[in-house]
């Protein structure tokens, strides 16, 4: 963190990663930030607080593996399996993917808001005029839209694979039907054809009988 920090007051941005210990990091690069040479600089400040967002990120990522349910957690490691078996087809792998991912954002997308508001409030920025506040509140905003929208179309998706598959059945039992109805038909006719030819047989030998 430290390291990082140098870094950042020489204009260089930095990268969090997952096995770091971002609880530190954040109270380094916060520490960072209230310094008067940060203060002094907007752009510095708004390349410390997107490193500690990353940060943030981790942890609500963290965070939620513990709210999880653990039918999601089955899912998570049938879809695992799924994958190293290469028995599930790539397309429909990825859409239980795209579906769990949602899930999982779901849970920890409040997690993420309610660090930001501490961090933010930590920091002095906490103030809902703030103009970063307020972004970031839009951001999660969208991104809690574009979840709902997302869960939206697949269950509609859905709904709709499965009116289609019923519609496909109940197509197929109308062709049974009106080729049954056409056999049928057709037997019926051909019934008729032989009464008819019946009847005029009878009829030229009673007429001929009589002609006798």
């Known amino acids: 963190a430290g ?25 380094a690069h916060r ?39 653990v039918e999601l957690t089955q899912q998570i490691e049938e879809l695992s399996a799924a994958g190293q ?30 660090l930001t508001q501490e961090l933010l409030e930590s920091i002095g920025q906490g103030d809902e005029t703030d103009p970063l506040v307020q972004i970031r509140q839009q951001e999660l905003m969208l991104r809690e839209k574009a979840i709902d929208s997302e869960n939206e179309q697949f269950e509609s998706k859905q709904a709709q694979r499965a009116q289609e598959k019923l519609l496909e059945t109940e197509i197929a039992k109308q062709r049974i039907d009106v080729q049954k109805a056409v056999a049928d038909d057709k037997l019926d006719v051909a019934l008729q054809r032989l009464d008819q030819q019946a009847e005029l047989k009878l009829l030229d030998m009673q007429n001929k009988n009589r002609g006798a």
């Open 85 to 114: 078996s290469g028995q599930v087809p790539p397309d429909q792998l990825q859409m239980m993917n795209s579906q769990i991912q949602m899930q999982i954002e779901q849970f920890s997308a409040p997690i993420l808001a309610q």
């Open 3 to 27: 390291i990082e920090n140098s870094g950042f007051l020489m204009g260089s941005p930095a990268q969090a990663f997952e096995p770091q210990n971002h609880q530190s990091h954040i109270d």
């Open 31 to 69: 520490s960072l930030f209230l310094t008067q040479v940060v203060k002094e600089n907007p752009a510095l400040q708004g390349m410390v607080i997107g490193h500690m967002m990353q940060h943030l990120q981790f942890m609500a990522g963290q965070m939620v593996q513990d709210q999880i349910p």
